[in-house]
């Protein structure tokens, strides 16, 4: 497992083996990142994150937040992949 010095890890993320974490990435409370998954500089993975095997998030990318369609209010929305 690799995680830069400047990532902010919640403690109760769920990590999986070989994780990679870039600098200044965000990963919530709860996230379950799978093994072997790699996460670019400045991403922010959600609390309600649940991500498989060896996926790959690119930089700046934000997965996991209040959903835009507007039909969700009041819903707890969940992403898997």
Known sequence: ??????A??????????GVSIGPYSVIGSGAV???GT?????AVIHSRVT????ARVH????IGD????????DVESRVII
Do not use: C, R, W, Y
Request: without cysteine; aromatic residues 4%.
């Open 66 to 73: 209040i959903p835009q369609d507007l039909g969700f209010k």
């Open 51 to 54: 991500m498989g095997l060896n």
């Open 1 to 6: 497992m690799s995680i830069h010095a400047t």
């Open 33 to 35: 990142i799978g093994d």
């Open 8 to 17: 902010i890890v919640d403690p109760s993320a769920h990590l999986g083996e």
């Open 38 to 42: 790699q996460i670019g500089s400045h």
């Open 59 to 62: 930089s700046f990318a934000v």
